[in-house]
């Protein structure tokens, strides 16, 4: 289970803007003398505004977005049973780097993101002991995101029929050709070349290393085609990709090591189950043997106190 606590899915990388903005309004605070600085910081990621005059400054943060408490209340709303740690460490890792997303002005829902979220979901997942409570965990998870998880699962399936049906070459010809996915992938195409609506992450990554595994394509120039394709920095694609499979690799350890704490603690239950046994079996002939001398006690007691022995003799 120690494993578990190493586990990192981390994407606070958004939060230095704000440092970096904190940091420069404490430094003209120190070093100006005669003027008065006034600072108000209040942000939910949301795009950051700021007035100045010659007695204050007012950084404003334009977004009503919720905030991660926010995020994670509406799941603990929506899914009220306990979840084993070996899973719930991960879960709450991921909810808070998908909420920072979410809620980024840059981002855009799309099918590759889906996907990539969904096989991540699966893989942790993998193994939870009821398959109705982990799609319920599933339902609570995206709609605390205010999603829809059936969209999720809806385009991720497409995406998976689709790659299926695809070759190493044809999986990169897709702005030559036309059909709803590989229209898909050029919007996404399009809005990477912007850089304005469109906001890469993990889940972006794993959505493509899914498609590549699902179309056999295990050349490694696939993936510096797709990438290109897309307009997508193949570097961070190949960075986020080895989280990934670190993620994974240490998910499988601490699923072997929870594996073998409930076969251990079910061993133990058994012995001490086959310990009472026979205490339990001694005790109930015990019952039975005094509850026999009890009965024959009481039958001579009666005989030897009849009426007839009781009576007096006739005078």
């Known amino acids: 289970m120690a494993a578990v606590a190493s586990l990192s899915f981390s994407a606070l990388s958004q939060c230095s803007d704000r440092k970096s903005v904190i940091s420069s309004t404490r430094n003209l605070a120190y070093n100006s003398e005669g003027l008065r600085l006034r600072t108000s910081f209040s942000c939910n990621n949301g795009g950051v505004r700021a007035s100045s005059s010659s007695s204050r400054m007012v950084i404003h943060c334009m977004s009503d977005a919720p905030t991660v408490a926010d995020t994670k209340l509406n799941f603990l709303k929506a899914y009220k049973r306990p979840i084993p740690s ?34 991540v979901f699966d893989q942790l997942m993998d193994g939870y002991p009821s398959d109705e409570d982990r799609e319920a965990i599933f339902q609570a998870y995206i709609k605390a995101l205010n999603e829809d998880p059936e969209q999720y699962r809806i385009d991720a399936q497409k995406l998976e029929e689709w790659a299926r049906a695809q070759t190493s070459s044809s999986l990169v010809e897709f702005p030559s050709r036309e059909g709803e996915i590989e ?24 959505g493509l290393f899914r498609l590549l595994e699902l179309a056999n394509a295990t050349e490694p120039t696939i993936l510096e085609k797709l990438c290109a394709a897309l307009n997508i920095d ?28 409930v076969a251990r603690e079910k061993k133990k239950r058994e012995e001490r189950v086959e310990i009472r046994r026979p205490m339990k079996q001694l005790q109930n002939e015990w019952e039975t043997t005094n509850m026999f001398a009890s009965s024959r006690s009481g039958a001579s007691y009666k005989a030897g106190h009849s009426p007839r022995s009781c009576r007096s003799p006739n005078l």
């Open 86 to 119: 070996v899973y719930n460490t991960v879960l709450q890792e991921l909810i808070v780097q998908q909420h920072l997303i979410k809620y980024k002005k840059s981002y855009r829902y799309d099918p590759v993101f889906a996907l990539g979220f969904v096989t």
């Open 183 to 206: 229209g898909t992938l050029k919007n996404i195409a399009e809005r990477a070349a912007s850089k304005g609506s469109f906001s890469y992450s993990r889940f972006f990554a794993v």
């Open 234 to 261: 193949k570097r961070s694609v190949d960075r986020d990709l080895d989280v990934y499979r670190n993620l994974l690799s240490k998910l499988v350890q601490a699923k072997e090591l929870l594996k073998e704490y």
